[in-house]
């Protein structure tokens, strides 16, 4: 039994708050192999139209660029090596095992911060924030994909039937771990609304924060700016 005293959320339930990454990474090993594919059945596809609304707000140079992808957890970074492999040339993309609240990156290193449906995931939001924050040149962007709240009426009721009645039992059918997309729906549902949201990023240091909902409010688009 954990001996610490600070708790937080796993989906519903409430656990040390050491215990949660363990827990999230054991998710994320059961599912790598069928990540994509459940996110394409889950949003009928458009996650890949969410994702492109991210690539075009960070807006790359179409020539010199360099990316650094970096997860905590090692399935997952497989799994990107092998679709990167062939695709892009060597050495525009890195990837690397890390911490979201504990970057190896030194102070000033990158353009442009992204992580699209992660932050949920981090058990300490606000660290990670500051983490982004820290590696980020002045003038550089911080971008956050990120499920939000259903605010289109009608919509809303559907949208929770759907989440808790049909993904978990889809979960079960595709990967076989219908507790890992019962987690999923849950940490959606404890994630802060938009608004929230955007006021801790203010107050990790970042400024002209904004955020855009997409498809009435399944997710949202957080920006800010190292200024």
């Keep these: 039994?954990?001996?610490?005293?600070?708790?937080t959320h796993f989906g519903y339930e409430s656990v040390p708050l050491e215990d949660k990454q363990g827990r999230v990474n054991d998710v994320f090993h059961s599912v790598s192999r069928?990540?994509?594919?459940?996110?394409?059945l889950m949003s009928g596809g458009l996650h890949r139209a969410w994702k492109d609304a991210?690539?075009?707000?960070v807006n790359p140079p179409k020539n010199e660029s360099e990316f650094a992808v970096c997860d905590i957890n090692t399935d997952m970074l497989e799994v990107g090596r092998e679709r990167a492999s062939g695709r892009v040339r060597d050495g525009v993309i890195t990837f690397e095992q890390g911490n979201a609240e504990d970057l190896s990156y030194a102070d000033c290193s990158f353009?442009?911060?992204?992580i699209a449906f992660g932050i949920r995931?981090?058990?300490r939001t606000e660290r990670?924030?500051?983490e982004a924050y820290r590696v980020l040149k002045i003038g550089g962007r911080?971008?956050?994909?990120?499920?939000?709240?259903?605010?289109?009426?009608?919509?809303?009721?559907?949208?929770?039937?759907?989440?808790?009645?049909?993904?978990?039992?889809?979960g079960e059918a595709v990967t076989g771990n219908r507790e890992a997309y019962q987690y999923l729906v849950e940490s959606i549902r404890k994630f802060p609304k938009p608004k929230v949201f955007a006021r801790m990023i203010e107050s990790a240091g970042f400024r002209r924060v904004s955020f855009t909902a997409?498809?009435?409010?399944v997710v949202a688009l957080h920006s800010g700016w190292r200024l």
């Design 214 to 217: 997409m498809t009435g409010g």
């Design 54 to 57: 991210l690539v075009s707000a």
């Design 128 to 130: 990670a924030l500051e």
């Design 1 to 7: 039994m954990s001996g610490g005293s600070e708790r």
């Design 142 to 170: 911080f971008l956050c994909l990120e499920f939000s709240s259903v605010d289109v009426p009608g919509l809303d009721a559907l949208y929770e039937l759907y989440s808790f009645q049909v993904i978990p039992r889809l």
């Design 121 to 123: 995931n981090v058990p």
């Design 34 to 40: 069928r990540y994509d594919l459940m996110n394409d």
């Design 111 to 114: 353009d442009c911060v992204t």
